[in-house]
């Protein structure tokens, strides 16, 4: 059957945005970048070839799927910039959101950081536009605010941005480490709520006078 065939099958059920969510799927629950297109046919129960069809190849779907978490992201903290909150309540708040981030989608850090490296310079910069800098303009907002009201230390945005996400993706991405270092396999939503509690205190902390 030709994809044209299979395009117009498909269509109805969501082909395009299926094979995004199974995809995305695949990466969080084996913890990894890497996918198979058989096993990605077998999970969503959909031909391979549309891969090819609606991304043109393995790296379009994962732009695809890093233009799917992202564009949620930045709408998100686009909404949060709005609020008539102190700057503080912001960004405990916003700290928060990106640790439930990395628990839902572990993978993202190192989706981002692979794309910039394997694709072409203008894709490599097309991401930075796109996501990169929002965010990093949108810590500029959040600290500079602090700052300007007195209650924040006068600290890098773009430093304390990094700081924040690697607090998350560290341990998100640390599962094996917990597992032969400390023998637990409880990354649950538990785990999760310690974490963004402890680390939420220790990173405000560090940024309130």
Known sequence: MGVDKL???ENEAGAREKLIETASLIMREGDTIDISFSELSVRSGLNSALVKYYFG???GLLEAILERDMDNILDQVGLLIQKDWPPEDKLRHHIGAVIDTYYEFPYLNRLTMRLIRELPPEGARNIADKYLKPLSGAYKTFV????KSGVFR???PDLFYSAVTGAADRFFTGKLVWKYCYGRDDFDER?????REQTVDLIMAGILK
């Open 7 to 9: 395009v117009n099958k």
């Open 191 to 195: 785990m999760r709520d310690a974490y």
């Open 154 to 156: 006068d600290v890098d």
């Open 144 to 147: 500079g605010a602090g700052i």
């Open 57 to 59: 190849n393995k790296d």
